[in-house]
C-alpha cells in the first residue's frame, strides 16, 4: 500500500508538462491537439421548421390563448373585496413557491392574520391582471379591505416599523 506522501508525489509527478511542452493529458489526441495546427470540430445546427428538424424542438405556447369574454379585472376585483385580507402569491401559505411569498406568508402568520390567497401559478390571467389591477410589477402583492398594500419588501419595512399590525388590525383581520 502507498503512504499518502508517496501518492501525492505521484500526482504531482503525473500532473507535469512533458519535455516537448505538452500535457500529458494531451497525448491521447495525438501531434495535432496540442499544436495550433488543431483541426477545428464542424457543427451545424437544424433551423426550427426546416426539413429535418424534429417538432419536438418547435417552441411551444407558455400559457393557454386567453378565454374570449373572460373580464379578469373584474375577477380581480371580486376576489380583493371578498375578504378583508388576500395575498395574491406564487403557490399556497402551505406550500409557497417563491422566497417572497414565503417571506409574505411569514409575516401575515407571524401577526396570526386571517386572509385568503390565490396561487399566481394557477390562472396567467390573473398573474398578469394583478400586475395591471394594481400597477405593480411583482408578486406578492397584498390587499387589505380592497386596496393594494404593496409587495414582499413593503409588507417587511411595515412589520418591522409596526404599521403593518395596526392596519391589520384596524381590518379586523386579526385572530
Not at 511542452?21 to 497525448?27: E, I, M, N, Q, T
Not at 391582471?129 to 409588507?155: H, R, Y
Not at 411595515?158 to 386579526?174: F, I, T, W, Y
Request: charged share 20%; proline share 6%.
Amino acid at each position: 500500500m502507498l503512504s499518502l506522501r508517496r501518492s501525492i508525489s505521484l500526482a504531482a509527478v503525473r500532473a507535469r508538462p512533458l519535455r516537448s511542452g505538452r500535457h500529458p493529458a494531451l497525448r491521447a489526441w495525438g501531434p495535432a491537439a496540442a499544436g495550433p495546427k488543431s483541426v477545428a470540430i464542424a457543427r451545424s445546427f437544424a433551423t426550427v421548421g426546416s426539413e429535418g428538424s424534429d417538432s419536438d424542438f418547435a417552441p411551444k405556447a407558455k400559457a393557454p390563448a386567453a378565454s374570449e369574454g373572460r373580464n379578469v379585472q373584474a375577477e380581480i376585483k371580486n376576489l380583493v373585496s371578498s375578504r378583508k385580507v388576500v395575498l395574491f402569491m406564487k403557490g399556497t401559505p402551505d406550500f409557497p413557491m417563491c422566497g417572497f411569498s414565503n417571506k409574505a406568508v411569514q409575516i401575515l402568520d407571524f401577526h396570526r392574520t386571517q386572509y385568503g390567497a390565490f396561487n399566481v401559478l394557477e390562472d396567467m390571467e390573473v398573474r398578469e391582471g394583478v400586475k395591471q389591477f394594481s400597477a405593480w410589477p411583482t408578486i406578492p402583492q397584498l390587499f387589505v379591505n380592497g386596496e393594494f398594500v404593496g409587495g414582499c419588501d413593503i409588507m417587511m419595512e411595515m412589520h418591522q416599523n409596526g404599521e403593518l399590525k395596526q392596519l391589520l388590525s384596524d381590518a379586523g383581520a386579526l385572530k
